[in-house]
């Protein structure tokens, strides 16, 4: 397999800073369209979507031991994919990337 282009790989690393900039990576790889880019594109949009969440439930039910398990949970999923992106590889993130595959088909 061969390395991702610089562009592609700038466009994975964007989607993982905040949901803004999942949004934004969407918009960047509409022309032209690299799969590397939209393959980390919904890995971070799901991490982001499923974080905003699980934290709106929790703002409902405050327990400080299911905060820190979201934000644990949440940044080593984020840690794995991130670092993914960095060094061009296409491995979902644990438990839920094969989700997020097929759940986020409209990015394209």
Known sequence: MA???SQ??????VAYLT?????IS???NLEP??????FHTR???GLHLGFLGFALFLSQWFNPYAWMALYLCYFVLWIYG?????????KPVPLVGPY???WFLFIK
């Open 3 to 5: 390395a991702p282009s």
């Open 8 to 13: 592609a790989r700038t466009i994975a690393i």
């Open 19 to 23: 949901m803004i900039g999942a949004l």
């Open 26 to 28: 969407i918009t960047m």
């Open 33 to 38: 369209r690299y799969e590397f880019s939209r």
């Open 43 to 45: 890995q971070a949009f």
């Open 82 to 90: 991130f670092v993914g992106a960095i060094q061009g590889h296409k």
């Open 100 to 102: 997020f595959q097929r």
